[in-house]
């Protein structure tokens, strides 16, 4: 019988207990389970004596050549003393496995397990911590660039939109909102003044489901999926309007959003030009984030991906810029 294609699969925890014994040499009574499924894949290994996190890509969701230079990165973020989750070395030295699937093949990477809670609404004290934590990871990759995604308003806003238009009635409201924000967003990143902005390598993904925190003050990143290059006042952008998103008393946010700032100032300097785009990268990264839930629908975003979804979505970046006297 011919083999049936197949779009994802989930593999067996079983399986890869064994796989990661006989390659990490591992304790033979090694676990494995699902930690979590979605952009990619991500199991818990537990050893007699530690834990780790395996992770499996989706399919031609990242070439090897862009895992290595995350692999890179964290590597040189790790050997700068920066807390994050890095990857782990097989028995022979390999970072990077591969698997033949059944829907092709598959590279796997093991990473250190990140110890502590994630945290929805964090602490203002948790703030400043993680504005201390980006501003050190920015003093490091600044002027630093990795080979993969350069993150411009055309690769964030506008690749999003034209994925959107072949998903969503164009005619709505919440196209509408989209379309103008793309504009926007074009227009307020090609006038800025270039001499203020800070260019290196981003994450472009700090949310609380991406960091563990311990004590209030240890926190460990995590998930460098998203990382390229761009302006780095693009991390604290998305940051703050997470922790807008999270916080319903808004008197709140701002004592929070001073204390992520106080923090990351403590460190690195912010201009006066990279504070007034922030609402505008928390907008952008945002409907950017729209256009891998497209990209991504057949094996991910099926379940929620709908137009009362979009309403949601739109609203939320909405309550972002009319809180920061922006009208879209």
Known sequence: MAQIPVISSIISPEYLAEFVIDRYGFDGNTKCQVLKTGINHSYLIITPDNKFVLRIYYRNWRTESEIDEEIKLLEYLKANHISVSHPIKDIIGNYIQKIDAVEGERF??????????????PSEQICH????????????TVNRTVERTTYTSTTLVSWALELAKDHFTT???????????SSRITAEFDSADQNELRYGTVHLDLW?????????????IFDFDNCGNGWLFLDIAYSLMLLFKNEPDKRN???????????????????????????????????????VHVQRFDDFSNQFLSEEFLKYWIHTVDQWMEFNGIEI
Request: hydrophobic residues 35%.
């Open 253 to 291: 946010y701002n004592q929070k959003k001073e204390s992520l700032l106080r923090g990351y100032k403590s460190i690195n300097a912010i201009s006066m030009e990279e504070e007034r785009l922030l609402p505008y990268g928390g907008l952008a990264i945002w409907l950017h984030y729209t256009g």
């Open 129 to 140: 911590s993680l504005g201390e934590l980006m501003a050190r990871i920015h003093q490091l």
């Open 171 to 181: 005619s709505s409201p919440e196209m509408q909102y989209f379309a103008r924000a």
């Open 208 to 220: 609380y489901e991406n960091m563990k925190v311990r004590d209030e003050t240890e926190i460990t």
């Open 108 to 121: 796997i990477v093991l990473f250190s397990f990140a110890e502590g809670q994630s945290i929805r609404t």
